[in-house]
């Protein structure tokens, strides 16, 4: 991240759901000092301390919906305020993005990352897609790289980014016929 720029600093929108029937899942969800998102198929969670997001103690408990994510990217600074996110960009232009409220249709994403336990598998199946997406939406993916940790055939696996520990992503298996192996 620049040293002058004040944001978030990964593509967690990437990560965000499509489904319009599913509004709570087209957000990034701020919950006790992380930064939570899924389509579903992926959970991603990330320490707000890796962000430059300014007074970002005030996102706790919000939503901000993935659109407004990818837009506030493009500003230098983004400041956390009680009623959304105030940006600046390099010009010196301002916007302001409010809050999504979803009352406590949050989902519990802390609980989905305490049920998975790393267990051996021989066989698993994953679209590959996703673990692009998240390897898109982490923070220094790219530059490290992930580490994936099993929890059996049939539970999420654990991805992570060793340089981030307090980043973490599940990716849900897909089930794949037999004979393809």
């Not at 701020?30 to 959970?43: L, R, T």
Request: proline share 2%; with cysteine; glycine share 6%.
């Amino acid at each position: 991240m620049a040293k002058d720029k004040f944001n978030f600093i990964s593509k967690l929108h990437l990560a965000a759901s499509d489904d319009d029937m599913r509004p709570v899942m087209n957000c990034i969800h701020f919950i006790d000092g992380y930064a939570y998102v899924s389509n579903s198929y992926i959970v991603v969670k990330q320490n707000l301390e890796y962000s430059g997001v300014l007074d970002h103690d005030f996102l706790n408990g919000k939503s901000i919906h993935k659109d407004s994510f990818k837009e506030i990217l493009g500003y230098q600074t983004a400041t956390a305020t009680e009623d959304g996110i105030e940006c600046v960009d390099k010009e010196g232009r301002k916007a302001f993005f409010d809050y999504q409220d979803h009352g406590d249709k949050v989902p519990d994403f802390e609980n989905i990352f305490q049920q998975h336990s790393i267990k051996s598998t021989e066989v698993i199946g994953f679209h590959p897609d996703y673990l692009k997406t998240i390897c898109d939406a982490m923070y220094g993916a790219k530059d490290f790289g992930v580490k994936v940790l099993f929890n059996g055939v049939s539970k999420g696996m654990l991805v992570q980014v060793q340089e981030y520990e307090d980043q973490v992503a599940i990716l849900m298996p897909m089930a794949i016929s037999e004979s393809l192996f």
